[in-house]
C-alpha cells in the first residue's frame, strides 16, 4: 500500500478531482494548505533576502493499493498541470505542485475492522 500525498494548485482541484472520479479513483481526502517551493530562494528585496510568503496550496491524500499508483499519479499530473503561456495548453509552470509517494504500513477500516488491502 502507497500514501500519495499531492500539492497542487487551488485552481487546478476541480479538474484533478474530476479526473480522479472518472478513474475510478473515488477515496480522497483534501485539505487546505499553504507552502513554498524553490522559487523561495529568489525573492530578493532591495538586495537582501526577504522571508518568502507562504501561498495557498491543496493538498490531496489518497491511500492506495500498490496497482493503483500508477493510474493516480499519472492522473494527477495530468489534470494538476497549468498553463506557462507560451506552448500548449497545461504544459506546465511554475507552482504547480508535487506529488510524494510513501510506503503506507496499516489501513484500518473503522466500520469493519478489516486492514491491509482490503480495507483501502
Ligand atoms: N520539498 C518539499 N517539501 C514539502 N513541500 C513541498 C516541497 N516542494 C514543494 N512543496 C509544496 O508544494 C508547493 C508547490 O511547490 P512547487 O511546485 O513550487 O515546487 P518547486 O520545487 O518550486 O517546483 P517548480 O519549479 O515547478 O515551481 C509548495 O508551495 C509547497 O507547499
Ligand atoms: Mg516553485
Known amino acids: ?11 487546478q482541484l476541480e479538474a484533478v478531482h474530476e479526473q480522479l472520479i472518472k478513474n475510478e479513483i473515488e477515496r480522497i481526502t483534501v485539505s487546505r494548505v499553504s507552502g513554498h517551493g524553490r522559487q523561495a530562494k529568489e525573492q530578493i528585496y532591495r538586495g537582501s533576502k526577504v522571508k518568502p510568503s507562504l501561498i495557498p496550496k491543496i493538498k490531496i491524500e489518497i491511500a492506495v493499493n500498490e496497482e493503483f499508483v500508477d493510474i493516480t499519479v499519472d492522473t494527477i499530473i ?8 507560451t506552448g500548449d495548453e497545461n504544459d506546465g509552470a511554475v507552482g504547480d505542485g508535487k506529488i510524494f509517494i510513501t510506503n503506507l504500513e ?4 473503522i466500520r469493519t475492522g478489516e486492514r491491509g488491502g482490503s480495507a483501502i
Not at 1 to 11: D, G, N, P, V, W
Open 78 to 85: 495530468k489534470a494538476a498541470r497549468s498553463s506557462n503561456g
Open 1 to 11: 500500500m502507497k500514501l500519495i500525498t499531492a500539492i497542487i494548485r487551488e485552481t
Open 106 to 109: 496499516e489501513c484500518i477500516r
